[in-house]
Antibody
Framework: EVQLVESGGGLVQPGGSLRLSCAAS????????MHWVRQAPGKGLVWVSR????????SYADSVKGRFTISRDNAKNTLYLQMNSLRAEDTAVYYC????????????WGQGTLVTVSS | SYELTQPLSVSVALGQTARITCGGN??????VHWYQQKPGQAPVLVIY???NRPSGIPERFSGSNSGNTATLTISRAQAGDEADYYC??????????FGGGTKLTVL
């Protein structure tokens, strides 16, 4: 059974940093691109970042470019999102999601972890 | 940047057919994916590449895509279909883009 379990969320002050993790199981993690998607309270889904299967290629939404870094450890079956210079507008539930492949959408999602940026 | 436009809400009578649209410039040339999200839960992929259903998704869910509009169709709507629905595409200028979401109400 495919499972994605996020962790690392919490309350952080503006300007602070946080690292999210996503532990994957039930599939060959190193074969799949992975994504982070966020959802502000009461709002819609917003794509944040993606990484290819071996970690050599990444892309980011303009809103987080230069502040967030996506990475992965295929030996540990874990995806990461390092978030720096956090702002109030980064407050959201952050989901990790598996890329189905071949531009076929995101087929498995974690349960999400809440990040709150507030003083 | 590429934008996707969805109606804020759609209502359907129990047992009838609901249609949720997703508008975008020449969206017919792109692969459109649809997600269902129930309150407090993670999104679930219900349609990929315009009209394909992942395993476990009922045949009542179908999709189409042409011109400037993609459509998610839910036949014989059930109370359990009440949820937010999001369309999504990949665009070379904007990367992965989601529509704003549509709240489906089953009356």
């Amino acid at each position: 059974e495919v499972q994605l379990v996020e962790s690392g969320g919490g309350l952080v002050q503006p300007g602070g940093s946080l690292r999210l993790s996503c532990a994957a199981s039930g599939f060959t993690f190193s074969s799949y691109w992975m994504h982070w998607v966020r959802q502000a309270p009461g709002k819609g889904l917003v794509w944040v970042s993606r990484i290819n299967s071996d970690g050599s290629s990444t892309s980011y939404a303009d809103s987080v470019k230069g502040r967030f870094t996506i990475s992965r450890d295929n030996a540990k079956n874990t995806l990461y999102l390092q978030m720096n210079s956090l702002r109030a507008e980064d407050t959201a539930v952050y989901y990790c999601a598996r890329d189905y492949g071949g531009n076929s959408g995101l087929d498995y999602w974690g349960q999400g972890t809440l990040v709150t940026v507030s003083s | 940047s590429y934008e996707l436009t969805q109606p804020l809400s759609v209502s359907v009578a129990l047992g009838q057919t609901a249609r949720i649209t997703c508008g975008g410039n020449n969206i017919g040339s792109k692969n459109v994916h649809w997600y269902q999200q129930k309150p407090g839960q993670a999104p679930v992929l219900v349609i990929y590449r315009d009209s394909n259903r992942p395993s476990g998704i009922p045949e009542r869910f179908s999709g189409s895509n042409s011109g400037n509009t993609a459509t998610l169709t839910i036949s014989r709507a059930q109370a359990g279909d009440e949820a937010d629905y999001y369309c999504q595409v990949w665009d070379s200028s904007t990367a992965w883009v989601f529509g704003g979401g549509t709240k489906l109400t089953v009356l």
